[in-house]
């Protein structure tokens, strides 16, 4: 049995982020009766495994508790976890579709910026490159 410190250290994370997973009950340690520390056993360890790496996945600690409750019924996370990641993949391509986008358009403006001499700002405009750039996609 582990203590706060204990599994933390051991996972190489905060102690507070462990005691925030314990709050949402993600992990369910025992309560030592002598001294009221919390007590970590082998199965939090596995779950807090199991969490930080579906972190690293992309989950969100909502998904993880959805995915732990459904685990402890005795059921199969796994279709839920496919059709989590199925909606996080789509929503990723469409950020990188649109952060390639803005890429490409930094990538041009800044070509365009070394043929263009600097500015002094006057009350109209701040800088007339920016002003002259095509915003029509933002």
């Known amino acids: 049995m582990m203590t706060v410190i204990d599994i933390a250290r051991r996972f190489n994370v905060s102690a507070d982020a462990i005691r925030h ?4 009950g993600l992990l369910t340690p025992m309560k030592d009766l002598t001294n009221g520390y919390r007590r970590y056993s082998s199965e939090d360890e596995s779950r807090l495994r199991f969490l930080l790496s579906a972190k690293k996945l992309g989950f969100s600690l909502k998904d993880i508790r959805q995915i732990l409750l459904l685990a402890e ?3 199969t996370p796994c279709p839920l ?5 199925d909606q996080r993949l789509e ?12 890429y490409n358009r930094m990538e041009s403006a800044v070509k365009d910026l070394i043929e263009h001499p600097d500015q002094v700002p006057t009350r109209n405009s701040i800088c007339d490159f920016i002003k002259n750039e095509d915003n029509s996609n933002a």
Do not use: F, P
Not at 21 to 24: A, P, R, V
Not at 81 to 85: D, E, H, P, Q, T
Not at 91 to 102: H, M
């Open 21 to 24: 997973y314990t709050k949402l």
């Open 73 to 75: 019924t005795g059921n």
């Open 81 to 85: 976890i496919r059709s989590l990641m």
């Open 91 to 102: 929503t990723l391509g469409q950020k990188l579709r649109e952060a390639q986008v803005l």
